[in-house]
């Protein structure tokens, strides 16, 4: 089973994700599974929207007290982040006969066969990604400091198998998770995934993929070469050789405001055609969906504005006064008597 989380506003995304799952799962042995767990209130939907895959609204899964209440507090991003545990724990209740669930973000798709995943969960309770996979070795932006901030692996994927120590897992990371998923640096915070770090160490038989065909994403692109082949598309990166590629994630690349990197410097899509030709597809997969859904209204719930992304000008500003901050800070000024 595959499971996603989004707003009405990225349920283009959930769908065009779902296709590529079920494409791309159809010669296995059970026949593809996906629910689209809602974090916004599907009275906002179109009257004549008609969801190809089941929708699991939030407000099945927690009271309007508690609704208004982590609402209040969250950006969109965070809310989604606190609820992510919970859909999974009630994915696995609702479906008894489920014995393996993915999560994918909908920046998601799937491009190769999906039984390498489900291999992994025969042994494995939890499967994870790490964001890199070696050290970058250079003054370019984002740094492995930079992933101290943000966490080791990317919670946009994420596997399970059934069994009590998931369940214990589970339970562990909803309770840490749901009112403790702000992005606040300073106090330790990032969304859901900074908790994961604890995950190998907590629980057994964590597995950690460091596959480079695995989640191919902005933040690894560049320790990874990809290219097409008659079948497919090939991936090469630390330590390994023409793997299939399996999954890719365009979160910052189809829009650069999006996820933690949109002041990156390691990767330009211009020297990058293969990338661009992923995402020249990528983009024609959710045209299909968008015209289904006109441009939404902002999320029903996480009432705290999203960061603004700063360009230009305003940017290099901010940036000015926080390296004359930082001088400042580092400058003995004596006291006056």
Not at 4 to 15: D, E, G, N, S, V
Not at 47 to 67: A, C, G, M, R
Not at 102 to 109: E, K, L, S, T
Not at 289 to 300: E, I, M, R, T, Y
Request: proline share 8%; hydrophobic share 40%.
């Amino acid at each position: 089973m595959l499971l996603t989380i989004c707003t009405i506003r990225q349920l283009p995304h959930a769908l065009a994700l779902g296709d590529s799952f079920c494409h791309h799962s159809a010669n296995s042995a059970d026949k593809p599974f996906v629910l689209i767990g809602l974090v916004d209130d599907p009275a906002h939907l179109p009257t004549d929207f008609v969801s190809p895959y089941p929708l699991l609204p939030i407000h099945e899964l927690l009271t309007p007290t508690e609704l208004t209440a982590l609402s209040t507090v969250y950006t969109p991003t965070e809310f989604a982040a606190a609820c992510k545990p919970l859909f999974i724990t009630e994915l696995f209740r609702r479906y008894p006969d489920a014995d393996k669930v993915v999560y994918a973000d909908p920046n998601i798709q799937f491009l190769g066969s999906f039984s390498p995943i489900l291999d992994q969960l025969v042994t494995a309770n939890a499967i994870l990604t790490p964001f890199i996979t070696s050290n970058p070795g250079d003054m370019r932006w984002p740094d492995e400091k930079f992933f101290q901030n943000i966490g080791l692996y990317s919670s946009d994927f994420l596997a399970f198998r059934r069994s009590d120590e998931t369940d214990r897992l589970l339970t562990w990371w909803d309770n840490r998770v749901r009112e403790r998923a702000y992005v606040d640096f300073c106090e330790g915070l990032c969304l859901d995934q900074l908790w994961l770090m604890h995950v190998p160490i907590f629980f057994r038989d964590v597995l950690v993929v460091k596959n480079p065909g695995w989640h191919v994403a902005l933040w690894n692109l560049p320790e990874r070469a990809i290219r097409q082949v008659e079948n497919g598309w090939l991936v090469t990166g630390p330590g390994a050789q023409n793997q299939p590629l399996q999954f890719v994630n365009f979160k910052g690349l189809a829009n650069p405001d999006e996820g933690f990197f949109p002041h990156q410097n390691r990767i330009h899509l211009s020297t990058r055609p293969e990338v661009v030709q992923l995402l020249t597809t990528y983009r024609q997969a959710l045209i299909v969906h968008k015209k289904a859904l006109v441009d939404a209204s902002n999320p029903a719930y996480g009432k705290q504005p999203e960061p603004v992304i700063l360009r230009g000008w305003r940017y290099a500003t901010v940036q000015s006064l926080k390296r004359m901050t930082r001088f400042l800070d580092r400058v003995s000024i004596p006291a006056l008597t």
